[in-house]
C-alpha cells in the first residue's frame, strides 16, 4: 500500500531560476494539498486542488503556481527563486478535500 | 484567520511520564482536530485526530482531549518512550476548509 511519493527527494538551485516540484497521492485519493516547512517552524499552507480544480490559496506570492493532472497528481512551481524559499515542500493527500491529510516525505529545495 | 497557538514549545520528561501537549484556536466554526509528530527528516505522520462532535477519542497511548466551548484541545501521551521523541504539532482547519493551520510546534524528548 504505497503511500504519498514526492520527487525529487533533495534539490538545490541559485537565486533566479525555476523549480518544479512532483507530488503522488495515495491510490484513490482525489485531493492533494502543498505547504512550505521551513526549518524550526509548523507546514504553511500553499494550495490545494481537488478534481484538478484549485480549491484554495495560502499567502503566498504569484512566482508559486501549481496544477492537478487527470490521475491527480500533481506539481508545484516556483519562479525566480529567492533564498527565502529554502524550505522543506510538503504534498498532503486526501480522499476529498476536507478530508484527513496524509503527508508526504518532502522535497528538501536548498536555494543559493 | 484562524490562529492556532500550541504550548509548551518544549517538552522534557522521564521514560514512563505523561506529557501533554496543548493547543487554543480561534475559529468557533472548526469542526476537526488532527496531531502530527515529525520526527527529524521525516514527514509530519498523523498519529491521532478527533472530530467536533466527540470530547475525547484514544489510540492505546495516546489520547486528544476536546473542549469546543473554550476553543482548545490536548494531546495526551501516557508511559511515554524514547520513541516519543519528536516534534508534535496541533492544526486546525481555517474556517473549517480544507487549509490546515498548524500550531509551531512541541519538541518532546523522552530521556531513558
Known amino acids: 500500500d504505497a503511500g504519498v511519493t514526492q520527487s525529487p527527494t533533495h534539490l538545490i538551485k541559485t537565486r533566479g531560476q525555476q523549480v518544479t516540484l512532483r507530488c503522488s497521492p495515495i491510490?484513490?485519493?482525489?485531493?492533494v494539498s502543498w505547504y512550505q516547512q521551513v526549518l524550526g517552524q509548523g507546514p504553511q499552507f500553499i494550495f490545494q486542488?481537488?478534481?484538478?480544480?484549485?480549491?484554495g490559496r495560502g499567502n503566498f506570492p504569484d512566482r508559486f503556481s501549481a496544477r492537478q493532472f487527470p490521475n491527480y497528481s500533481s506539481e508545484l512551481n516556483v519562479n525566480a527563486l529567492l533564498l527565502g524559499d529554502s524550505a522543506l515542500y510538503l504534498c498532503?493527500?486526501?480522499?476529498?478535500?476536507?478530508?484527513?491529510?496524509?503527508f508526504g516525505p518532502g522535497t528538501r529545495l536548498t536555494v543559493l | 484567520g484562524e490562529n492556532v497557538e500550541q504550548h509548551p514549545s518544549t517538552l522534557s520528561v522521564q521514560e514512563g511520564d505523561s506529557a501533554v501537549i496543548k493547543c487554543t484556536y480561534s475559529?468557533?466554526?472548526?469542526?476537526?482536530f488532527p496531531w502530527y509528530k515529525q520526527e527529524l527528516g521525516k514527514r509530519p505522520q498523523l498519529i491521532i485526530d478527533?472530530?467536533?462532535?466527540?470530547g475525547e477519542k484514544k489510540d492505546q497511548r495516546i489520547a486528544v482531549t476536546l473542549n469546543k466551548t473554550a476553543k482548545h484541545f490536548s494531546l495526551h501521551i501516557t508511559e511515554t518512550q524514547p520513541e516519543d521523541s519528536a516534534v508534535y504539532f496541533c492544526?486546525?482547519?481555517?474556517?473549517?476548509?480544507?487549509?490546515?493551520?498548524f500550531g509551531k510546534g512541541t519538541k518532546l524528548t523522552v530521556n531513558p
Open positions: 498532503a493527500s486526501s480522499f476529498s478535500s476536507e478530508d484527513t491529510q496524509y
Open positions: 491510490s484513490g485519493h482525489k485531493s
Open positions: 486542488y481537488y478534481e484538478k480544480e484549485e480549491r
Open positions: 475559529d468557533s466554526a472548526s469542526n476537526y
Open positions: 478527533i472530530r467536533s462532535n466527540v
Open positions: 492544526a486546525v482547519p481555517q474556517g473549517g476548509s480544507e487549509k490546515l493551520v
